[in-house]
């Protein structure tokens, strides 16, 4: 299981950054996509999650702000953020939450993979 995050940055306030994840999960096996985030000092937070095409939940900071989309042709979730603040700064997560049939894993059941994190930056 790989999940390669690409993306994030340094941008000034106003700004706007594009996040990607890439999986090696196969797309039939993935039950739900999504982006989290982790503020030194702070617990890691949801940002953004979206399950099929369409069915999207975004944390009340960043509604109107950020995009969360699936492209099921390179099996990725992205996630474009515009009129970044300085309070966006943290550390961003992909997360993938996939049904595994038992043959690759530790019995049948759903399992959660994390991204390695990468870092956004909002300057004021």
């Known amino acids: 299981v790989q999940l390669v995050e690409s993306g994030g940055g340094l941008v000034q306030t106003g700004g706007s950054l594009s996040l990607s994840c890439a999986t090696s999960?196969?797309?039939?096996?993935?039950?739900?996509m999504g982006w989290y985030r982790q503020a030194p000092g702070k617990q890691r937070e949801l940002v953004a999650t979206?399950?099929?095409?369409?069915?999207?939940n975004y944390a009340d900071s960043v509604k109107g702000r950020f995009t969360i989309s699936r492209d099921y042709g390179r099996n990725t979730v992205d996630l474009q953020m515009n009129s970044l603040k300085p309070e966006d700064t943290a550390v961003y997560y992909c997360?993938?939450?996939?049904?595994?049939?038992?043959?690759?894993?530790?019995?049948?059941?759903?399992?959660?993979?994390w991204g390695q994190g990468t870092q956004v930056t909002v300057s004021s």
């Open positions: 997360h993938v939450r996939y049904y595994c049939d038992g043959r690759y894993c530790y019995g049948a059941g759903e399992y959660d993979a």
């Open positions: 979206i399950t099929g095409r369409t069915n999207t």
């Open positions: 999960i196969s797309t039939f096996s993935i039950n739900a």
